[in-house]
């Protein structure tokens, strides 16, 4: 028991190292006081736009929902945030049952219109992001299964407490495409 447990402490700290390598390489990005100002602006923007849309997203559909204010819309979206952290066979992602138990538990709204209110939110954030990235994955160069396979090394790295870089070029048959014409970038 106390091999296993030895054994879980190191996978656990290699997990967290792991994740802080990725954070670190991420922030790498960010060279000068100009990018740093830029990144928190554009972040703030985009997530007070998100509690907009579920604020308005519950305001049309009515009753209870519509009274619920623009706080109580960015502690909906926290709940769903955590929830997408977590997959749930047979239910799907954990964004709608996490937005679904906020408005049913913590603001007492009727379960068909917190089940239907969670759906839409769903449609609208999680899956119209989607929709609108797989023509913008196509035209970059990518497929699902470069991705998937890129997925694949990540998970493997990461059992080992280990990170791989992301990659900074297109995938090959981009970049024989480019220099077949010539060209120095993706068209």
Known sequence: A?????????GWRRRVAG?????SEGLQAIRT???LFSVVAVSAVHWGLVTCIYYWIGRSFGGRLAELGLADALLVLAFTMAGSTVQL???GGGSQVASFLAYTVI????KEPAAAVSIVIWLITFAGATVLGIPL????GWSMGELRRLAHAEAEAEKRGDHIPVPR????RVRRA????????PR
């Open 89 to 91: 066979p047979g239910v």
């Open 33 to 35: 006081w100009h990018d």
């Open 169 to 172: 070029e297109a995938p090959k």
């Open 19 to 23: 994740l802080v390598t990725g954070f």
């Open 178 to 185: 480019m220099h077949a014409d010539g060209g120095d970038a």
């Open 2 to 10: 106390a091999a296993w447990r030895a054994t879980a402490a190191v």
């Open 107 to 110: 603001f007492g709204v009727d």
């Open 137 to 140: 994955l196509i035209k970059e």
